[in-house]
């Protein structure tokens, strides 16, 4: 059995919040709630959510601002909520990195809709937000559209298994993964192994990735933890 998808509300007006809570939870979702730009930004570090439903006007952090912060760190869905209906606040939205935008009042039904098939587009939780990345330069390339691989522009061939690892890392290049998440979001929860299948399936993406697996640039351990990835260099398009 898979893991409920899980969303991450940021809006300070409670009864909106409480409400699309209640109507998500029915749809099978688990959720969160943060009410305002603050705590959005902390849970959404805290939680890894699948997608984050947010509001544009809110306390402390504006939904602008924290949209942004959110695309420095992660290719996340992001669904805005707003009370502005002007298509240049729309633009705007689109440009900071959401990936689609509802007009209040809404309809929780066409919220839920959209949800949906958003994620049904991102399939294994990849945002087709950008379509490559790219880091130091070229050095290493994922074509999330395509699932290829490349070093200095030669084609890798990774496992099926390898590639979800590594498009998982990417996706939050801020958060340091254990293993058993790893397993959990790469793998699947049905997946039997022990946690150490992971280092040897991290083991042969360093030889496929990096240069020098000893001393490796982008999927970093962090020790008595797990791994993350390295995304400094990165560039997307
Ligand atoms: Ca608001």
Redesign the pocket.
Known sequence: MSKARRILIV???VM?SDALRAYLENAGFEVFAAFDGEAGLSMFEELSPDLIVL?????KIS?ERLCQEIRRASRVPVVML??KSAEGDKIAGFSMGADDYVTKPFSPRELLARIQSILRRCGDGISPLYSRMSWNDGDLEVNFETREIKRRGAPVNLTPNEFKILSSLVKYPQKIFTREELISIALGDDFDGFDRTIDSHIKNLRGKIEDDTANPRYIITVRGVGYRFEAASGRSE
């Not at 509001?55 to 306390?59: A, K, Q, T, Y």
Request: charged fraction near 35%; hydrophobic fraction near 40%.
């Open positions: 809006e300070d007006e909106i509001d544009l006007m809110l306390p939904g707003t009370a």
